[in-house]
């Protein structure tokens, strides 16, 4: 009898190792796709500490402030424009007058030197986005940036990623909503059928021949 | 096939994922945070810290401003307006805009009708005019662009943050609150009555 170079059980080591393979590469791509989707990644949720603890909440579901009192330029701009400094003590030199949660509020206006606000959403510079337009062809403030009516602390409601776009664009008439609504915290745009919607993309003149996902829309 | 040549290919075949290292050449950022300044950025150039420079004091873009213009400044040869200026046209359409202008900038503090009631009055200390009284009804309606504008008392200027148009827009909206809160109800035709008791905001 020969001598044997593999022992009895080499196939079965050998089965488990290539096994095991697959299941490394399957995993490690699985793994780094469940990265990509995740709130520690996409920011997705997840409040940034902020110079002063500004709630949403409070000044849009509680106290029904419309979000165009801070945000001044969102009709006419691409930005929507942070506050400046004088837009909060419009009230809150009157209201909240001493409270030292304001105080860097009331530094900031006195000593001219802005409030350093961490961005919340920020997208790569190779993408143009124009808030006036979708605010006028009625896509609502909480479409993208969520039930901002419930956040305390202010998170990113989207991950932002282009698929997430292009499901608009390619079809608009999934979020869209009357112009009168788009600054409303609690609408929803499924009170409207989508035969109503859809009625609303031609009232508005969106293109819906395409031209809305082409590169350039977004990338110029 | 000679074994030399052979063994040359496999040499060679074992450097086949050397090109996969060009895919490392997709790891950088520099698409993404490219070398220009995006509103409100930061900047570490300036000494105060801020990218979008404050204007030189009285600085005005072009055709922002004109002194002796009614439409800017709501005054004419420093006398309020009483009538629209002739660039805003009155009609449904100023009216509509003029009450999303309000509720957005105004009503915090004057309430949605106008009366001083205002979320932000009912919280602080101050008093806000109802706009309901015969000292403000008989008031040119070129004194609420001009406070509008520049503010008054405690009440700041609004002519940083909301167009001249949206001025005036919101200007004629709250003429119409003035008319609609002092009407007698009773003087309505019987069809708007109708309406005004369902409650329906517009046919």
Redesign the interface.
């Known amino acids: 009898m020969s001598a044997q170079i593999f022992s009895r059980n080499a196939n079965a080591i050998f089965r488990v190792i290539l096994l095991a393979i697959v299941l490394l590469v399957s995993g490690t791509i699985v793994a780094l796709i469940g990265l990509y989707l995740s709130p520690w990644y996409t920011e997705a949720g997840v409040a940034k500490a902020q110079p002063i603890a500004f709630s949403h909440k409070h000044h849009t579901a509680d106290?029904?402030?419309?979000?165009?009192?801070c945000h001044?330029t969102v009709e006419?701009a691409?930005?929507a424009?942070?506050p400046?400094t004088?837009?909060c003590?419009?009230?809150h030199?009157?209201?909240w007058t001493t409270s030292p949660l304001l105080q860097p509020v009331r530094d900031s206006f006195q000593t001219?030197?802005?409030l350093?606000w961490n961005?919340i959403y920020d997208l790569?510079?190779?993408v143009y986005f124009n808030h006036s337009i979708h605010v006028a062809k009625g896509i609502g403030c909480t479409t993208c940036h969520g039930d901002i009516g419930a956040m305390q602390l202010t998170s990113k409601a989207q991950p932002l990623y282009m698929g997430w776009c292009l499901g608009c664009h390619r079809d608009p008439a999934q979020q869209i909503r009357p112009v009168?609504q788009v600054?409303a915290i609690d609408y929803d745009v499924q009170s409207l059928s989508l035969a109503e919607r859809q009625q609303l993309v031609v009232e508005y003149k969106i293109p819906t021949d395409g031209r809305l996902t082409n590169c350039y829309i977004c990338h110029r | 096939m000679n074994a030399m040549t052979h063994t040359r290919i496999i040499r060679i075949a074992r450097m086949a994922w050397l090109p996969l290292l060009f895919l490392l050449a997709g790891c950088h950022i520099d698409?993404?945070?490219?070398p220009?300044y995006?509103?409100?950025q930061?900047s570490s150039f300036f000494a105060?810290?801020?990218s979008m420079r404050p204007p030189v004091p009285n600085t005005v873009a072009m055709g922002g401003f004109s002194g002796d213009s009614a439409l800017m400044t709501g005054k004419l040869d420093g006398e309020l307006v009483a009538e629209l200026p002739a660039e805003i046209i009155l009609d449904a359409a100023l009216l509509t805009r003029g009450r999303?202008v309000f509720?957005?900038?105004c009503?915090?503090?004057h309430g949605l009708l106008g009366d001083g009631q205002g979320?932000?009055a009912f919280?602080?200390?101050?008093v806000v005019p109802s706009y309901h009284t015969d000292r403000l009804r008989t008031m040119p309606i070129g004194y609420f662009f001009d406070v509008a504008t520049n503010g008054i008392n405690?009440?700041?200027g609004y002519g940083?943050?909301?167009?001249v148009a949206d001025r005036w827009a919101a200007v004629a909206y709250i003429r119409a609150l003035q008319i609609s809160q002092n009407t007698n109800v009773s003087t309505l035709a019987p069809a708007e009555q109708t309406q005004l008791q369902s409650g329906s905001p517009q046919p």
């Open positions: 106290l029904k402030i419309d979000c165009r009192y001044t006419r691409a930005t424009g942070f400046a004088e837009t003590m419009s009230c030199s009157q209201v001219g030197a802005p350093v961005r790569p510079d190779f009168d600054f | 698409m993404y945070d490219q220009r995006t509103t409100n930061p105060d810290g801020r999303s509720d957005a900038y009503a915090p503090c979320v932000i919280r602080g200390p101050l405690r009440m700041y940083a943050r909301i167009s």
